[in-house]
Structure formats: C-alpha cells, structure tokens
C-alpha cells in the first residue's frame, strides 16, 4: 500500500501498535497536498512508522492539521492560555468550562479585567447569566497551546489526533497520539506529560461499526445506486475504512463512488484505488486539449485558468467571480473519456471593478465580430490591476492582431496577452 501513497506530508508522533510506544511516523498522501490553513476533508492519509514500518490509514478529518481552535471548539485552562471574550474557560477543579461573555451590559462592564493581584471574568455556563469569576493573578510564561485544549474523558469523541489536551480527572496535559483498536474496543491514545501512555474507551456512538455489518451495508447501498457499475468494483473494510477496487467506466462514476462512500453514516472514509477503463489509448496531448476547449468555453465566465495532463492526471487552476461560479465545470472535465484522475483548485474572488468588467465585455463582442479573427475564442479580464487576455487563437497573426485591437479600445498597452495559438 505505501506505493500508493507518495508524497510525504509532514512528520508527527503517534502511537505504533507494533513498537508498543510512541515514535515518529510519517504522514503520505496519493497527491502532493498543501497544509498551510488545514486540509479538506475525507482526505486519506497513510501513517508510517519511521522505526518499523508498519501503517495504518487515517483521514484528514481525523488529524489536528494545520487549524487552530475556533472558540467554540477548544477549551482554555486558567493559567496556561491567554484569555478573550469568546474563549470557552474551565477552571481547575470546576464543574464544567464556560464562555467569556463579550459584556455584561453594554459599555458598563466588561468581561475580562485584571487587578493588581487578580483576575476578574463574567462566565455564562450553558447560556445562563453570566457569572463573576475572581482568580488569583497567574503570569503566563510559556503558552503550550494558544488554541486551547480538549477536555478529556468528557471530550474524548471530539479529540483529533495531534490536539493538546487535559485530563480533569488526573490534572495533567498531554497529547492525542492516535486511534487504535484494543479488545474489540476503539479507544484514543494520549501520551501524557509524565510520558505515560493512557487508552481511553471512545463512546459507543462513535466506536467502527463490525466490518462485516459495514460491507454488507456499503454493498447494498452501491448496488442500488449503481447497478451498472457496481458489479465491477469490490469492496473490503476494515475499521470503518471504505477501500473500492475495480475498473469504472468513467471519472464521474469514480469519484460519484467514492463522494457516496464518505456520506455514508458511520464511515470513517474512503480509499480509491478504482481505475477508469482504457476502451482506446487517449494522449495527454489531447485531454490537455480537450479541457482546454471546455476551459475556453464563453458559457463559463472564468480567467486565469491552466490545465495540464500528466499520465492521464489533469491538474486545473481556476479563478472567478463569486457569482459566476462554474456549477458543472467539474463534473464535465470528469466525464471526458480517458481521464484517470482530476485536481481542480477554482479561487472565487469578489468582483471590485464592475463597470471595466463591462467594458472588457464590450471588447470580446468587437474581438468576436473581426473578421480577421475569425475562428477565435477571447476573453478579456480586469483583475490584479491589470487587463489579461485568454483563449484561443489559430495562428500568430491573430494573437498579435488581438492585442493590437484590444490596445486600442482599452487605450492602454497594459494587456498580458496569454492567448493560445492552436
């Protein structure tokens, strides 16, 4: 399986069922994923011991990765975080953590205010009225976790691995190393700061449905949803992890696999190792060149795109304004024959300039009514303060004698000229 996997993420530290500790593994994806502000969802990634080898498949929904606490999400602990209103706040020893309201009454009292040897804050517990709090004042140091901690055992079925987290009942802090499987219970693993390893028991509703159950529902389930295509494709779980092999007619029905899969109740998510049947070898040449027409289409009102094709893989950039956004553009690449596999980034933007963008769709219709330009597909663009211009031409004449016409209506030699000859 790690042949499927190859591009290394990141390293962190998480508990190996085989080394019976905690060591540093490796995180792999099928494609070269970006963590910078997080990760999308239903996301598989292989986790790789760096000592011994041995895997196992978690999903990016299931790591703490790259996305810092919400405030409604992570609790802060009195002395060891930095409060503001909105923070949810337990205190040592207390019942249950509460939010710091952002006043009491309207420009009277505030939330969170300090004396000479105190701290004062209005807590609202469950909605209620808020509550005055009085702590002695506490410097903090050294913030492990600005984001927060979750609040462990209560909290144990929202923990990701990789959280910061608090043990009320033993007061010690600690860090969630993994999900592991041990007497037929799921539990979370937390290394603790004493370096002590604690398994905790995740609740029923949330413990992996049996393997057997979960095949025979996914099976079902696929079959009657797609009947014509299910009959080539197996299916095999474990730990309520989905894996579908097999040979599909399309992208479209590929990925409709597998987006059926991940909204299944009770499943982790899906593995794909599904291939789209080869009928007649399609090169990267012409499915570059077919989702360069569907890119160039007037129907969608897109700029700044680019599209490669390598070994049967597209890789598309996009970008729009947000009310212009292509609905079916997706779906349409998916369907063209021969297409393995699809990496589609569209970046919606606000649209700041509307009369330009007027005037650029006045200079498409001039472009398009140019005799000399016969056989053309242009597009004219204001964004990032400057005019670009896309599409398709069929020989360098026309390029240049686009630029020239669109010189003169925009009267600024300020164009980038991106137009293809083909």
């Known amino acids: 399986m790690r042949s499927q996997f190859p591009h290394r993420l990141y390293t962190q530290r998480l508990f190996c069922r085989r080394c ?10 099928k494609e070269p994923y970006s963590t910078y502000g997080g990760m999308t969802p239903h ?26 606490g919400k ?9 060891k975080n930095r409060i503001v209103p909105g923070n949810w706040l337990y205190f040592k020893n207390s019942v249950k953590p509460g939010i710091v309201k952002s006043h009491f009454k309207p420009g009277i009292v ?36 600005p984001e927060g901690y979750r609040l ?37 693993a937390i290394l603790l700061d004493d370096n002590s390893l604690l398994f905790i028991t995740i609740p029923q509703s949330k413990q ?12 079902q389930k696929l079959a009657q949803l797609f009947p014509d295509d299910f009959r080539r494709v197996q299916v095999t779980v474990g730990q309520g992890i989905v ?8 992208l479209a029905v590929k990925r409709a696999l597998c987006a059926c899969v991940n909204n299944m109740p009770r499943v982790r998510g899906c593995v794909d190792f599904m291939r789209v049947q080869m009928e007649t070898y399609i090169s990267d040449e012409r499915l570059e060149g077919s989702i360069w027409r569907l ?17 049967s893989k597209a890789t598309v950039t996009l970008s729009c304004f947000d009310f212009n956004f292509p609905k079916d553009l997706e779906n349409r690449i998916a369907d063209l024959p021969g297409l393995q596999d699809l990496s589609l980034t569209i970046n919606p933007i606000p649209e700041k300039n509307p009369d330009i963008q007027v005037t650029c769709r006045v200079i498409e219709g001039e472009l398009a009514q140019n005799s000399r330009l016969a056989g053309s597909i242009i597009r004219l663009t204001y964004f990032n303060n400057k005019y670009v211009m896309e599409g398709r031409v069929s020989n360098a004449f026309q390029k240049q004698w686009a630029l020239i016409n669109a010189v003169k209506m925009v009267r600024t030699a300020s164009i980038e000229n991106r137009l293809r000859v083909c």
């Open 43 to 68: 996301i598989p990634l292989l986790c790789s011991c760096d000592e011994c080898g041995t895997t196992f498949v978690a999903f990016s929904q299931e790591f703490a990765i790259g996305v810092g």
């Open 152 to 188: 462990v055992p209560a909290q144990t079925a929202q923990v990701l691995i990789g959280d910061s987290v608090y043990h009320a009942i033993r007061d010690q802090f600690g860090l969630a190393v993994g999900l592991v499987s041990d007497g037929g219970k799921d539990k979370l």
């Open 295 to 311: 890119l160039d289409t007037p129907a969608f009102k897109i700029f700044d795109y680019t599209a490669e094709v390598k070994e």
């Open 20 to 29: 019976r500790r905690v060591t540093r593994h490796g995180l792999f994806a």
């Open 110 to 145: 505030k939330s969170h205010f300090q004396t000479e040897d105190k701290e004062v804050f209005l807590i609202s517990y469950d909605g209620g009225a808020p509550e005055k709090v009085e702590c002695p004042k506490i410097p903090i140091l050294n913030e492990d976790s």
């Open 71 to 79: 405030g409604s999400d992570y609790t802060k602990i009195y002395g």
């Open 243 to 250: 894996y579908l092999d097999g040979i599909v007619r399309s």
């Open 208 to 219: 992996n449905v049996p393997n057997a159950m979960l095949t025979e529902y996914v099976r």
